[in-house]
């Protein structure tokens, strides 16, 4: 039969536009938010992290942004060049780690 | 410095072996996290060690599924036996001091049970 697997929610951009990726989490005890890139055949790297008493964080080309009240987590990729390229994972970390399902960034020259 | 290293990058064996995972951990960091990626489930956290001590085993999938960490710089996955619902990405990552930071990560083994 047919498999069923993750949809990746796919965001395309022009090379220089700026990038939102928005994530949902669900667990408002929550206290510590990362956001991971991984590039095809490699492991998560990295780009930025948050912790609940801040609603604000801004990186080199990047900012997270965190809405508690809501509970959603953003980040934002200024002027975003073809090596940007990659599925984008928001983690949020309680008494354990849990990831989001990613979203796929593509751009287009 | 090197990263995490993970062996083998790539695997394909029958159902029914054994398979063994193999990670180095980045020197220094006292946390080892296993984790398991596939399409239907995306990234999950399979068991993690602090100080080569099993902290939280209970993303282990089930019996079939064991990790142990000899020492500081050495960790293996190991399931017995395999089956294709096995199939998927394993990730190995390690931190310095635990969940509160952020991970870095190995580069993977892709595993395919046939």
């Known amino acids: 039969g047919e498999s069923v697997g993750l949809h990746l929610p796919t965001l395309s951009v022009q090379e220089g536009d700026n990038s939102i990726i928005n994530c949902a989490y669900s667990?408002?005890?929550?206290?510590?938010f990362i956001w991971y890139k991984q590039e095809s055949g490699k492991g998560p790297q990295f780009i930025i992290d948050?912790?609940?008493?801040?609603d604000k964080r801004q990186g080199q080309r990047v900012t997270v942004l965190l809405n508690k009240t809501v509970k959603h987590l953003s980040l934002q990729i200024a002027a975003t060049q073809p090596g940007d390229s990659a599925v984008y994972f928001c983690?949020?970390?309680?008494?354990?780690?849990?990831f989001g399902a990613g979203t796929r960034l593509t751009v287009k020259p | 410095d090197a990263g995490v290293i993970q062996s083998p990058r790539h695997e394909v064996t029958e159902m029914g072996q054994e398979v063994t995972l193999r990670c180095k951990p980045i020197?220094?960091?006292?946390?080892l996290f296993w984790y398991r990626q596939t399409m239907m489930r995306g990234l999950e956290l399979l068991i993690y060690?602090?100080?080569?001590?099993?902290?939280?085993d209970s993303g282990m999938p089930e019996d079939r599924f064991s990790a142990k960490m000899p020492n500081a710089s050495f960790s293996t996955l190991k399931i017995q036996p395999s089956e294709p619902r096995d199939s998927a990405v394993y990730f190995c990552?390690?931190?310095?001091?635990?969940?509160?930071?952020?991970?870095?990560f190995g580069d993977g083994t892709r595993l395919s049970i046939l």
């Open positions: 990552a390690s931190s310095s001091t635990g969940l509160g930071q952020p991970q870095h």
């Open positions: 667990n408002s005890a929550s206290d510590y």
């Open positions: 948050i912790r609940s008493n801040m």
């Open positions: 983690a949020e970390i309680a008494y354990g780690m849990r």
């Open positions: 020197s220094g960091h006292d946390y």
């Open positions: 060690f602090n100080n080569n001590v099993p902290i939280d």
